[in-house]
């Protein structure tokens, strides 16, 4: 990995950088659709691509089980099987410690897994999820991490910050003797919860190994903490690790997340959300979160966002006729699909171009009042960003321009 820092913002934390890999050179900061199986669900490789996406995420967990190492050394790697010539990161089977809790079983030695389709046993220790990974091929991999829900509290906590820590070791020791680490990247994931002691311990530890890892994500958050308490943990986590190593929050998918992690200087970041809402029938504009079953749009011959360049709004499909497709034809889904990564991508593409221009705070300004003017801003931002410089209500009366937590939608189940 080459990794260089172009722009700084002169206020907030936010950064533009350039990290090459194997596959190509992918600019930061970015955001990265997730491929579970190999596949982002509806699009082909080749219409991902022509988005202008250049880094993805792949599953080890999923990928393990199915279609199995055998089938993705026979294909040449994860790449190969899924005809995509671009950057690769794989996560490392982590997440589903909490996702699949009811199938799994924690030791010092690893995960036991129950398999969700047969339920035949798999134990995934750290090296093991590192060999995976080397045989899936990704430019960038992770450790396996101790992963809890966000909303644990108790000494659940800090033993899984202190085992994720000795995972760590056994991922760079057999990282380190496989002769890969000059092509895949490994990535050390940041845990403690919500209790900034135990983020500050792990921290120090994982600093501590800066020379045995090309970057840094910080895991254990977007569980259902409150956004107040998500924030904090952002920042002081990007506040200490490294400058010279990208910084990757996991599981941030909200345009308002995204940009307030920015700020605080977040480099890359996952999620399943632009895809998965793009299936509900939601699709993502600057002004929000647009509902296209509701009644309203069963008429309206307009795209779903005037000036959008994505494949959907540029065919004159309209928001009519998604209206009448919606979750009923697949079609729908994958028009939708294609402009909710495209409205992600000029989120990020338009932070970036914003930081080299040194007008950040006022994207942000500008970003937060037509996405959320009508309504009031989600106070966590208003105070997330205020801790980086930005005022997002100067100027403006607070009374009438302040809400709760909750992301602007046109419903409440959207995702």
């Given at each position: 990995?080459q990794?260089?820092?172009?722009?700084?913002?002169?206020?907030?934390?936010?950064?533009?950088?350039?990290?090459?890999?194997?596959?190509?050179v992918?600019?930061l900061?970015?955001?990265?659709?997730?491929?579970?199986?190999?596949?982002i669900?509806?699009?082909?490789?080749?219409?991902?691509e022509?988005?202008?996406?250049?880094?993805?995420?792949?599953?080890?967990?999923?990928l393990?089980?199915?279609p199995?190492?055998?089938?993705?050394?026979?294909?040449?790697g994860?790449?190969?099987?899924?005809g995509?010539?671009?950057?690769?990161l794989?996560?490392?089977?982590?997440?589903?410690?909490?996702?699949?809790?009811?199938?799994?079983?924690?030791?010092?030695?690893?995960?036991?897994?129950?398999?969700?389709?047969?339920?035949?046993p798999?134990?995934?220790?750290?090296?093991?999820?590192?060999?995976?990974?080397?045989?899936?091929?990704?430019d960038?991999?992770?450790q396996?991490?101790?992963?809890?829900?966000?909303?644990?509290?108790?000494?659940?906590?800090?033993?899984?910050?202190?085992?994720?820590?000795?995972?760590?070791?056994?991922?760079?020791?057999?990282?380190?003797?496989?002769?890969?680490?000059d092509?895949?990247?490994l990535?050390?994931?940041?845990?403690?919860?919500?209790?900034a002691?135990?983020?500050d311990?792990?921290?120090?530890?994982?600093i501590?190994?800066?020379?045995?890892?090309?970057?840094?994500?910080i895991?254990?958050?977007s569980?259902?903490?409150?956004?107040?308490?998500?924030w904090?943990?952002i920042?002081?986590?990007?506040?200490?690790l490294?400058?010279?190593?990208?910084?990757?929050?996991m599981?941030?998918?909200?345009?308002?997340?995204?940009?307030?992690?920015?700020?605080?200087?977040?480099?890359?970041?996952?999620?399943?959300?632009?895809?998965?809402?793009?299936?509900?029938?939601?699709a993502?504009?600057?002004?929000?979160?647009?509902n296209?079953?509701?009644?309203?749009?069963?008429?309206?011959?307009?795209?779903?966002?005037?000036?959008?360049?994505?494949?959907?709004?540029?065919?004159?499909?309209t928001?009519?006729?998604l209206?009448?497709?919606?979750?009923?034809?697949?079609?729908?889904a994958?028009?939708?699909?294609?402009?909710?990564?495209?409205?992600?991508?000029?989120?990020?593409?338009?932070?970036?171009e914003?930081?080299?221009?040194?007008?950040?705070?006022?994207?942000?300004?500008?970003?937060?009042?037509?996405y959320?003017?009508?309504?009031?801003?989600?106070?966590?931002?208003v105070?997330?960003?205020r801790?980086?410089?930005?005022?997002?209500?100067?100027?403006?009366?607070?009374?009438?321009?302040?809400?709760?937590?909750?992301?602007?939608?046109?419903y409440?189940?959207?995702?």
């Amino acid at each position: 990995m080459q990794f260089e820092v172009l722009a700084k913002c002169h206020t907030t934390r936010a950064r533009v950088s350039r990290m090459r890999l194997a596959h190509g050179v992918t600019m930061l900061p970015t955001f990265m659709p997730v491929a579970t199986q190999a596949a982002i669900k509806g699009l082909t490789p080749q219409q991902v691509e022509a988005l202008g996406i250049n880094l993805i995420l792949n599953n080890t967990y999923h990928l393990n089980l199915r279609p199995g190492i055998q089938v993705l050394k026979e294909a040449g790697g994860a790449h190969k099987f899924q005809g995509w010539t671009h950057n690769l990161l794989t996560d490392s089977g982590g997440f589903q410690l909490v996702s699949l809790s009811k199938f799994t079983k924690i030791t010092e030695e690893g995960a036991l897994f129950a398999s969700p389709f047969d339920g035949s046993p798999t134990m995934l220790t750290p090296e093991e999820s590192i060999s995976i990974q080397h045989t899936i091929g990704a430019d960038i991999i992770m450790q396996l991490d101790d992963v809890v829900s966000s909303l644990t509290v108790g000494p659940r906590v800090e033993e899984a910050m202190w085992r994720t820590i000795r995972w760590l070791d056994r991922c760079i020791e057999f990282h380190q003797s496989s002769g890969k680490d000059d092509v895949q990247n490994l990535f050390a994931i940041v845990q403690g919860g919500l209790d900034a002691e135990l983020r500050d311990k792990c921290l120090d530890e994982m600093i501590a190994r800066k020379d045995k890892v090309a970057g840094y994500a910080i895991g254990g958050l977007s569980g259902g903490e409150e956004k107040d308490v998500f924030w904090r943990v952002i920042k002081q986590c990007a506040d200490k690790l490294p400058e010279d190593r990208p910084r990757y929050s996991m599981g941030i998918g909200f345009a308002e997340d995204l940009l307030v992690c920015v700020a605080l200087g977040v480099d890359m970041a996952d999620c399943v959300f632009p895809t998965r809402t793009a299936r509900f029938g939601v699709a993502l504009t600057f002004k929000g979160p647009l509902n296209l079953r509701l009644g309203k749009h069963a008429t309206d011959m307009r795209p779903i966002e005037e000036g959008c360049p994505c494949p959907t709004c540029t065919s004159g499909m309209t928001r009519a006729l998604l209206n009448h497709t919606a979750t009923l034809e697949t079609a729908a889904a994958h028009a939708i699909t294609q402009h909710n990564l495209v409205f992600q991508a000029r989120v990020m593409g338009g932070a970036r171009e914003a930081i080299i221009n040194g007008t950040f705070p006022q994207y942000l300004k500008d970003f937060f009042a037509n996405y959320f003017g009508d309504v009031g801003y989600p106070e966590w931002c208003v105070s997330a960003l205020r801790s980086v410089g930005v005022d997002l209500l100067e100027g403006r009366p607070e009374s009438k321009t302040v809400s709760g937590d909750g992301a602007k939608w046109e419903y409440s189940d959207a995702a």
